[in-house]
């Protein structure tokens, strides 16, 4: 009986002194990793979202529609040859060249020798057709 009791009252000790280290290694572990993340996500906020909102808007205002002739439609590689008028927001006389464009669905609603109107954009240093439809 008196080693039971003994036991007993060791394991509880035991018990209580790993959890009172568990609990102090986290708050330890809470006060060293919290203020480092607030001060990283409230830096990146404010300049992030001035920057960025303003220059999307400039490229949907400046974006206007072109007339063409379609000469060409290559489905599997996204493009789209396209004997285009002036192309006024992107500075382009009018030419045959070829385009990529943004969704390759659009490429259905046409066909070679129809004629569409179609919005052509700079993306990442390429111009691609943001929207094509049917002249009418
Ligand atoms: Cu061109």
């Known amino acids: 009986m008196k080693t039971s009791r003994f036991l007993a009252a060791f394991g509880t000790l035991a018990f209580a002194v790993a959890l009172s280290a568990n609990v102090q290694a986290q708050t330890t ?3 060293d990793s919290m203020p480092g993340m607030d001060m ?8 992030d979202k ?8 400039d490229t949907a205002t400046t974006a206007s529609m072109t007339d063409g002739e379609v000469r060409k439609i290559d489905k599997e590689n996204q493009k789209i040859t396209l004997k285009h008028g002036d192309i006024k927001n992107l500075d ?8 990529k464009v943004k969704d390759a669905a659009m490429l259905d609603k046409v066909q070679v020798g129809s004629k569409v109107r179609f919005k052509a954009e700079k993306s990442d240093g390429a111009i691609v057709v943001t929207s094509v439809e049917l002249a009418p």
């Open 40 to 47: 990283s996500g409230m830096k990146m906020t404010p300049t």
């Open 29 to 31: 572990m809470n006060k």
């Open 92 to 99: 382009m006389p009018g030419m045959t060249m070829v385009f």
């Open 50 to 57: 001035g920057g960025m909102a303003g220059m999307a808007m």
